[in-house]
């Protein structure tokens, strides 16, 4: 039982996370953990799921919440498949705020997903208005440790469905008056942290919709075999999603790669609507006519920086600034040169896979000058020459907030009198992350 205590703690949220720098968990064994939501009748009504790799000897701790919302996702509906993951109730997923305003919370089949946000995250209107928009896709959000924020909570629950409560944090007045309160406001409330029957009892007493804690259930450990995803095919398959080319040409890249067939089908599977009969997916035509050609360009992005190594945990996560970069990169390339759709592919090609290198801990000369991409990509990305490559630069330099030199924008296709400026740059890049 030893080994499985320590799994089990590997996988809790990163506020109970306390093991020793030497212990290592199994990552083609564990992939993931699930720990169950309760109604009033003790039947299962969602799984929240968790990701903790064990701690990396010799690096220092860093903030990497993206990196692991991005893997849990990976494993639970390509590796694992999210219908045996979440066993046909709702999951639950932590986020961090940068990962709620990208474009992977596309991946994930909305009717069935609750986006759980710490409240420990500052309030802002960008922030309310990206959970608003999701909601109006079918997302639910709930917010969590509440018990860390002392302010007011008016501004921030008009955007939310659900409401956590950690139990073990909370006085008993204190537990009845916030239960009142935000079931007047609407919300579910979720007791958190419930550890004894006693617990429950007093959750019950006060009025809370659903229970979860280690009174039912310690996270559980959720085993599979985790395939190593060849990188150069799903460099062919960005590049194939990007030119829309034929289903025939992708479904021959996909055949030469079985672990990322098995990939699409369960993703395929998780893009049916929940509540209808569910077909059967009878080939790979079938699997990208239910996921699309935007959907499978995320995924594939998802698989190339979010299924990283252990060593890709020295790094902070990434995924969030390329994919704000790639967005700004077309949309500045369309600006400059509407008519050259071409141009607005690489672009934005070329800015995603611009810190391809980062996650698989090598430079980008070594990574970058081995993947099967063009002489002007790759000329961009490694020293920043070309139209592609004074994108980037213009991306970088907005990223950190430096001028942007003259030179770069016009070498784009931009006329002197149509030149942005720097707060138009800026105004252009905030735009396209939110």
Known sequence: MAKLDLTIKDCTKEGDLDVSPDVQVSEPD????????????????????????????????????????????QRALGTVGLEEVLDGVDGYFNC?????????????????????????????????????????KGFRIALSDLHLRKQDWS???????????????????????????????????IAEKVETRLSLDEARAAGCDHFQGYYFMHPEPVRGRQLAMPTAVLIRLLQ??????????????????????????????????????????????????????????????????????????????LIQMVLSRARFAERLAFDADP???????????????????????????????????????????LHGEGRLGALLCIAQSVESAESTPAERLAEIGYLPDRRPDWHTLKSMFYRTSA
């Open 30 to 73: 564990v992939l993931l953990a699930r720990q169950p939501i309760m109604n009033q009748h003790g039947v299962r009504v969602g799984h929240e799921l968790l990701f903790r790799p064990a701690p990396i000897v010799g690096f220092p701790v860093a903030e990497k919440g993206f990196l692991w919302t991005a893997s849990v996702i």
């Open 96 to 136: 961090t705020e940068a990962f709620l305003e990208s474009d992977l919370t596309e991946v994930l089949p909305a009717e069935r997903t609750v986006l759980e946000l710490s409240a420990a995250i500052a309030p802002s209107g960008e922030l309310g208005r990206r959970c608003d928009t999701l909601r109006t």
């Open 155 to 189: 501004g921030v629950l008009r955007h939310v469905d659900i409401v956590k409560l950690d139990w073990r944090a909370l006085g008993s007045d204190e537990r009845r008056r916030l239960v009142d309160e935000f079931q007047r406001a609407g919300k579910i409330v």
């Open 240 to 317: 194939l999603a990007m030119r829309d080319c034929r289903i025939d040409e992708i479904e021959k890249e996909l055949r030469a790669s079985p672990a990322l067939t098995v990939q699409l089908l369960r993703l395929a599977n998780a893009a049916q609507q929940p509540r209808v009969q569910r077909e059967n997916i009878t080939s790979i035509k079938h699997a990208m006519s239910l996921v699309g050609l935007r959907q499978l360009t995320r995924w594939c992005c998802l698989l190339l920086y979010g299924g990283a190594t252990p060593a890709a945990m020295a790094h902070d996560p």
């Open 339 to 381: 008519a050259d759709g071409q141009f607005l592919q690489h672009a934005y090609l070329t800015a995603l896979l611009s810190l391809v290198h980062v996650p698989h801990g090598v430079p980008a000369t070594d990574f970058v000058g081995r993947l099967p991409i063009s002489a002007s990509m790759r000329a961009a990305i």
